[in-house]
T-cell receptor, first 114, second 114 residues
Framework: ELKVEQNPLFLSMQEGKNYTIYCNYS?????LYWYRQDPGKSLESLFV?????AVKQEGRLMASLDTKARLSTLHITAAVHDLSATYFC??????????????FGQGTTLQVKP | GAVVSQHPSRVICKSGTSVKIECRSL??????MFWYRQFPKQSLMLMAT?????????EQGVEKDKFLINHASLTLSTLTVTSAHPEDSSFYIC??????????FGPGTRLLVL
C-alpha cells in the first residue's frame, strides 16, 4: 500500500524565518504535487514535479524532488503571514495501473506569526 | 488554467434524505473525474475514480450503493449521497483531468446532515 507521509504536521514560525516541509512516499512514482489549502477552501495547485532532481520555485516557495530517496521538500524562505495555510503533497502512483489517482499526505498546517 | 465547478457549494439536509452534488469541467473535456472527501483537519481521501461512460471504481471501504457516481458526459459527474446520515457530513471535493494530465480541483461542497 502506498503511503505518503509529511513532516511536520504542524509548523508555527516567525515571519522572516526559513523552514522546510518534508514529504516521504513509499513506492516509485513519476509525479509529485504540492497543493495549498486555505481554511474552508479547496486545493490550489502549487507545483508539479515530474523527474528526479526537479526543482521549482514560485515566490518564497521552492519544491524539489529526489525520486531515489522518495522524498520531496517544500522550502519556505523568509516566511510572511500570507503563507499561513495547510500544505499537502500528493503522489501519483501511476506505474502500470495508469489510473491517474492521487494519494495525499496528511497535510502540514503552517502558521506564520508576525 | 482549467476550471472545475461544483454545485451546490453548501448543503444542509435531514437524515435519511439523498443529496446530489454536481462536478463540471467548464473549459475542457475530462476523461476522468475523481471524488474525495475531507473531514475537518484531515487529509483528502479518494472515494472513487470515474471515467466517462463507464462504472466508477470505488476505493476500499467506500460503499458504492451509498455513494452513487454517474459520469454521463465528458464535462459532468455527479455524486449522490443516498440516505444521508450525520456521519456523512464532510467536505466533498471533485477533480477532473484529461489523460496523463494533472487534476484540476473543484471548490468543494460542504455537506451537513442533521
Amino acid at each position: 500500500e502506498l503511503k505518503v507521509e509529511q513532516n511536520p504536521l504542524f509548523l508555527s514560525m516567525q515571519e522572516g524565518k526559513n523552514y522546510t516541509i518534508y514529504c516521504n512516499y513509499s513506492t516509485t512514482s513519476d509525479r509529485l504535487y504540492w497543493y495549498r489549502q486555505d481554511p474552508g477552501k479547496s486545493l490550489e495547485s502549487l507545483f508539479v514535479l515530474l523527474s528526479n532532481g526537479a526543482v521549482k520555485q514560485e515566490g518564497r516557495l521552492m519544491a524539489s524532488l529526489d525520486t531515489k530517496a522518495r522524498l520531496s521538500t517544500l522550502h519556505i524562505t523568509a516566511a510572511v503571514h500570507d503563507l499561513s495555510a495547510t500544505y499537502f503533497c500528493a503522489v501519483d502512483p501511476r506505474g502500470s495501473s495508469n489510473t491517474g489517482k492521487l494519494i495525499f499526505g496528511q497535510g502540514t498546517t503552517l502558521q506564520v506569526k508576525p | 488554467g482549467a476550471v472545475v465547478s461544483q454545485h451546490p457549494s453548501r448543503v444542509i439536509c435531514k437524515s435519511g434524505t439523498s443529496v446530489k452534488i454536481e462536478c463540471r469541467s467548464l473549459d475542457f473535456q475530462a476523461t476522468t473525474m475523481f471524488w474525495y472527501r475531507q473531514f475537518p483537519k484531515q487529509s483528502l481521501m479518494l472515494m472513487a475514480t470515474s471515467n466517462e461512460g463507464s462504472k466508477a471504481t470505488y476505493e476500499q471501504g467506500v460503499e458504492k450503493d451509498k455513494f452513487l457516481i454517474n459520469h454521463a458526459s465528458l464535462t459532468l459527474s455527479t455524486l449522490t449521497v443516498t440516505s444521508a446520515h450525520p456521519e456523512d457530513s464532510s467536505f466533498y471535493i471533485c477533480s477532473a483531468s484529461r489523460v496523463w494530465e494533472t487534476q484540476y480541483f473543484g471548490p468543494g461542497t460542504r455537506l451537513l446532515v442533521l
